[in-house]
């Protein structure tokens, strides 16, 4: 049995190409908008939405930024000077602004620190001092930790550095993305037809014409995610925003009787 080739996200690049006029007209017939819609709308904002998803995706999460400035910490302490200017050329914006951002303050001010160029790294004159300074830009300081018990009872003791880099959230959310997606897939829809789509969709009952227009829009831009789940689950944060919002204008206008009573 062959390997199943993973689905790459769509890029930018891609998507006037993808999502040309014979996919649009696709897409109307699968979802079945309707015949009065403006389909010039529709078709912007399907591609509008699909712009804004290639670059959702491929925005580095907390975590990953940490990983990019952990490997490179890593490759600079054991001067690995390839991997080290193969790693700062190809450092994310996000990674790259949380590093020159300590720059500003006066500890690495005084002490010259710079984010040295890629082509340091592979001159032999420049490559040493070039990977301390990595090193000392990514960390801010260190502490002992136990290491592992030796055959005489004793656990060792290693140095840990404490790196320069985002802490991620225990529960990150998931599939962010892809309710951006459905969020402006609706919108579209909104634009074109002049009122929303279906708010919900029975997973039991899930052939309706807008899932099958969300789930063949997922496909196309390379999403792995359930349609009907996302489609369920914006609404469930709609309720749920709106009851917040009234649970809040509620407590003001106690506060507001309160304060007249005085």
């Not at 225990?170 to 279906?198: D, I």
């Not at 052939?207 to 369920?232: H, Q, S, T, W």
Request: contains cysteine.
């Amino acid at each position: 049995m062959g390997i199943k080739k993973r689905q790459t996200v769509i890029a930018a690049s891609d998507v006037p190409r993808k999502f040309n006029d014979a996919c649009i007209g696709n897409l109307a017939c699968i979802g079945k908008l309707p015949a009065l819609a403006d389909t010039g709308r529709f078709a912007a904002g399907i591609r509008e939405a699909a712009l804004i998803y290639a670059e959702d995706a491929r925005r580095p999460t907390v975590g990953t930024v940490r990983d990019e400035i952990a490997v490179l910490y890593k490759a600079a302490e054991h001067r690995q000077y390839e991997r080290v200017a193969t790693l700062l050329a190809e450092l994310s914006p996000q990674a790259r602004a949380y590093l020159t951002s300590r720059l500003k303050l006066p500890g690495p001010v005084n002490a010259g620190l710079t984010l040295p160029p890629a082509n340091e790294l592979l001159d032999t004159a420049e490559r040493d001092e070039a990977c301390d300074m990595i090193e000392r830009l990514c960390r801010v300081g260190g502490i002992f930790a136990e290491g592992r018990k030796r055959p005489s009872g004793k656990r060792s003791r290693t140095w840990q550095p404490i790196l320069l880099a985002p802490v991620p959230n225990e529960h990150p959310p998931k599939r962010e993305a892809e309710r951006r997606f459905v969020m402006h897939l609706q919108s579209a829809w909104l634009e074109a037809v002049g009122k929303p789509p279906t708010a919900t969709v029975n997973p039991s009952r899930s052939d309706r014409p807008f899932a099958n227009l969300v789930r063949e829009c997922l496909k196309l831009v390379g999403a792995y995610a359930d349609a009907v789940g996302l489609i369920n689950e914006l609404h469930r944060r709609l309720l749920d925003e709106r009851q917040r919002l009234a649970k809040l204008r509620r407590s003001r206008r106690r506060e507001a009787r309160g304060q007249k009573a005085l």
